[in-house]
């Protein structure tokens, strides 16, 4: 894909890097020249040196062929500004980063696929972290509505033994957590379970739900 990203900051840095490593096509847009000049330095990504709001400079990054544009910079209405414009060149989709919830209805507005609140997202890691060390997000689902997480089951926990069938209908469990997957170190493979499928110590459990869901399904995990 051809992926035009609107901001190189530490997070624009990260995806772009992280982009390029899949193979993607990525072009990043910084205002700042000093900062653009590091970035093609230190990790080889083609930047454009200007505003991300300004057609001309976002003609020169691609953005008539861009299939996905990511808006990143530090302010709301520039984000807005960009995605506005890329809209308008019809790119498929488009993604932004808001920080000001007040923009969500204006970011619908211009066409955006996807906001994401990184306030949310951070807060939601906050809470797993300090309620549930045993957890690890490994990824957000639309928009920071959902995570995925992996729960290592202990040595001793009332789950090992007993079947997904088992787990999901004892009462209180959250109706909406999906058991993803099982990772079984001892054997070394990944299942994909059904109700007959049995958890055993030191599982890697995959789940997906909401932040306060994860955090119910893993108090039925764990417990011994």
Known sequence: MYIVIAGAGLVGQGLGRRLGRAKHDVVLIELEART????????GIVTVV??????DVIEDAG???????????????????FALLANSFGVPRIIVRMRDPKYSQAYHSAGVS??????????DELMLEIEQPAVRRAASLGG?????A???????????G???AWLTSQEGFPHNCVIAGI?????????????????????????????????????????S
């Open 114 to 123: 996807n906001t994401i609140s990184t306030i949310d997202l951070f807060l």
């Open 162 to 164: 007993n079947t997904v």
């Open 150 to 160: 992996v729960i290592t089951l202990p040595e001793k926990c009332i789950a090992a």
């Open 50 to 55: 200007g505003s991300a709001t300004d057609i």
């Open 183 to 223: 990772y079984k170190p001892a054997t070394d493979e990944f299942v994909v379970p059904r109700g007959t499928q049995g958890f055993s110590a030191n599982d890697q459990v995959f789940l997906a739900a909401t932040a306060e869901d994860i955090k119910l399904a893993a108090k039925f995990l764990v417990v």
């Open 144 to 148: 920071g509505k959902a995570v995925v």
């Open 63 to 81: 953005i008539k062929k861009a299939d996905v544009a990511v808006a990143l910079m530090r302010n709301d209405a520039d984000n807005l500004a």
């Open 36 to 43: 653009a000049e590091l970035v093609y330095t230190r990790h």
